[in-house]
């Protein structure tokens, strides 16, 4: 199996924004329904955003209208957008696709 890859996180203010991608195989980025989650110290891990194979989109209350899940078709590549970040947004970042998951990426918000 080819791993998916996470790009893109990092420090950000809060307030600020950051945009996550994940590179698939193109084997299997048709396929299935697409996730993002995240897991804060402490915390279980949490289904922040979906996008099914149709393209709708779902996602977690704490997160909606701040963040958009998006694919790139041609690209096989997943992405989060995440604007207006809080503190509490700081959490390693997991793409999932099918049954696999992304290394994890970490996202920290803080000033």
């Known amino acids: 199996q080819v791993p998916l890859v996470e790009s893109w996180g990092g420090l950000v203010q809060p307030g600020g924004s950051l945009r996550l991608s994940c590179a698939a195989s193109?084997?299997?980025?048709?396929?299935?329904?697409m996730n993002w989650y995240r897991q804060a110290p402490g915390k279980q891990r949490e289904l922040v955003a979906t996008?099914?194979?149709?393209?709708?989109?779902n996602y977690a209350d704490s997160v909606k209208g701040r963040f958009t899940i998006s694919r790139d078709n041609a690209k096989n590549t997943l992405y989060l957008q995440m604007n207006s970040l809080k503190p509490e947004d700081t959490a390693v970042y997991y793409c999932?696709?099918?049954?696999?998951w992304g290394q994890g990426i970490q996202v920290t918000v803080s000033s």
């Open positions: 999932h696709i099918g049954i696999q």
């Open positions: 193109g084997s299997i980025f048709s396929l299935y329904n």
């Open positions: 996008i099914t194979r149709g393209g709708n989109t």
